[in-house]
């Protein structure tokens, strides 16, 4: 019987410990690689559609840069989005 009434008391208890201990991670809006995200500014240009030769199929190859949002400060987030199809070879 007094199992059944501590049970709850425990659970929340173990619940709200849990949530308390939660650590955020604080966004980092940096890049080694300037080529896949750029902070602020115009809209970077998009790269000319290539094709590269993958030996018995070709893979077309079309980059664009779209806003994925903003940086607390208001800045935009530019980020490149990758888009590769199978093509033949020419």
């Known amino acids: 019987m007094p199992l059944r009434r501590c049970l709850p ?10 949530c308390a201990s939660n650590t955020t991670i604080a966004p980092r809006y940096t890049t ?4 896949l995200l750029r902070i602020g500014g115009d809209r970077p240009s998009n790269p000319d ?10 893979v077309e ?6 806003e ?3 940086t ?16 033949p070879c020419r």
């Open 72 to 87: 607390p400060d208001g800045q935009v987030l530019w980020a490149k989005d990758t888009l590769r199809k199978v093509v």
């Open 9 to 18: 008391i425990l659970l929340v208890a173990l619940f709200a410990t849990g």
């Open 68 to 70: 994925h949002g903003k």
């Open 49 to 58: 559609v290539r094709t590269e030769n993958a030996g018995s199929f070709c």
């Open 61 to 66: 190859i079309t980059e664009r840069w779209n």
């Open 32 to 35: 080694d690689n300037p080529d």
